[in-house]
């Protein structure tokens, strides 16, 4: 693939988008990030930064904010990019019920801003750019059968969940009424070493290191019942990768098809450092949410069928490769 083929990844910093860059940058795009001018050039993105010499052009980042339209008009208009990746959102469900209102404005309304740039501007062209919306699993919410596939109904269960229905709902509008290449992968819970700390699988490992290092005592969690579907964020951004090579858009759910409890997060985290989680967890009602989600699992059929993409790497597996990464992290800091 030539150096021609171009892609702009919104919410480059982030964990999906990190391991998107790599993806794209070794089949030969030239990838260009948006970053808001209040972000931070996260870990992540640094060692992208570094292995690529930014002066060749294959890596460009730009500011941007999915709550500006004109700042999406412009760099559509600048970059003309093939592919445009929206990976951009206030991500984390809990702290939805807290910012419910700046939730809905990038995570719902940012999708129709980009939608409505990228149609304006293939009027305006004649070229088609070809679209993935991330789409969530938290978008079932309240669900009505097990496992969860691409027909099965929404009961979104927070502001997050709520958000994305709307950017999931709006992407299948510009899809169906302006004839747009416009995707959504219906992800499940997807997790690395690259996880942000605030969310319970990195709160979990990063404890289970910290613990066996002796640099804390105790992790506080809420829901240790709650089941979600779990994989690895390296083997999902494939499958939105493979989304937009098909010559038909379509959504499609992409999961492992098997669910653990936070509990069993715990023993496995705990277990790798040879430590018993019962001793060292416990619950807090603060950390719940004010409408819980009980079980979340996938039926990713359909994306196995027609991408020919399926999980690589196993739940307890991903778990030890995140402690790993966490013990070299709290050692560090145990030496400093």
């Known amino acids: 693939m030539s150096l ?24 030969g795009y030239e990838v260009h990030g948006m ?47 093939h592919e445009i990746y929206n990976l951009a959102a206030q991500s984390h469900v809990r702290i939805s019920f807290e910012q419910p209102d700046y939730t809905s404005e990038i995570s719902g309304l940012g999708v129709l801003r980009i939608l409505e740039a990228i149609h304006e501007f293939q009027q305006q062209s004649g070229t088609e750019i070809r679209f993935y919306q991330a ?38 509008n510009y899809r169906e009424s302006y004839g747009l290449h416009a995707s959504s992968g219906i992800l499940f819970n997807h997790e690395s070493p690259r996880r942000g700390e605030n969310f319970v699988t990195r709160k979990v490992t990063r ?9 804390q005592n105790k992790v506080v969690l809420g829901n240790l019942e709650s089941q979600r579907d779990w994989g690895f964020a390296g083997d999902f951004v494939y499958a939105m990768w493979l989304m937009l090579q098909q010559d038909n858009p379509a959504d499609y759910v992409i999961a492992t098809g098997v669910s653990h409890s936070v ?3 715990c023993e496995y985290a705990f ?21 819980e989600v009980d079980t979340l699992t996938g039926d990713a059929t359909k994306a196995r069928e027609a991408l020919g993409w399926k999980p690589t790497l196993s739940f307890q597996d991903l778990i030890a490769m995140m402690v790993e990464s966490d013990l070299k ?3 560090n800091e145990h030496n400093i």
């Open 271 to 291: 277990d790798h450092v040879g430590l018993d989680y019962h001793d060292y967890v416990e619950h807090d009602i603060q950390f719940e949410r004010p409408a």
């Open 207 to 215: 404890a289970a290191a910290r613990i066996k290092l002796g640099l």
């Open 4 to 27: 021609s083929r171009r892609a702009l990844i919104t919410g480059i910093t982030g964990q999906d988008g990190s391991y998107l860059a790599e993806l794209l940058l070794s089949k």
């Open 35 to 81: 970053l808001r001018r209040t972000s931070n050039l996260s870990t992540r993105i640094h060692g992208l930064l570094d292995r690529y010499d930014q002066s060749d052009g294959r890596l460009q980042l730009h500011y941007g904010d999915m709550a500006d339209t004109m700042s999406l008009v412009r760099l559509i208009r600048n970059i003309q990019p």
């Open 329 to 331: 992290i709290a050692n």
């Open 135 to 172: 789409s969530s699993s938290e978008m079932f919410g309240n669900v009505s059968e097990t496992p969860q596939q691409e027909t099965t109904p929404f009961a979104p269960r927070s502001p997050y969940g709520v958000a994305k229905l709307y950017g999931h709902w709006i992407t299948v």
């Open 263 to 265: 509990r069993e997060l």
